[in-house]
């Protein structure tokens, strides 16, 4: 793999084999962990994930009502209908009896 920086953001630095393994290492870290956050709020869930997510689980007339009154956007592919991550834990923290499940 070649990595190519442009001139302008190039500082050398005397610094020591194991100090800038660690600084590449902890800049890695934090673009993969932006990455995954990212992938997780566009992640698209089926309305059965979508309702575990929560504590107590919400009934799917929950779901639908929160269609209808445009607090949640359905996704469609093909017949299917999916939620975005993202939505569902936004329309769902005005609900004062419900907790989102940790993610693993």
């Not at 209808?68 to 939620?83: I, M, P, T």
Request: aromatic share 8%; proline share 2%.
């Amino acid at each position: 793999m070649v990595i190519i920086i442009p001139m302008e953001n190039l500082v050398l630095t005397s610094l020591s084999w194991i100090t800038m393994k660690e600084e590449i290492k902890a800049i890695v870290y934090s673009t993969i962990k932006a990455f995954n956050l990212e992938e997780i709020q566009e992640k698209l869930l089926s309305s059965k994930e979508a309702r575990k997510l929560f504590t107590p689980a919400i009934a799917h007339n929950t779901l639908i009502s929160l269609q209808k009154s445009g607090a949640l956007n359905e996704y469609r592919v093909g017949s299917n209908v999916f939620y975005k991550y993202s939505e569902v834990v936004a329309s769902l923290k005005s609900f004062k009896r419900h907790e989102r499940r940790a993610t693993q």
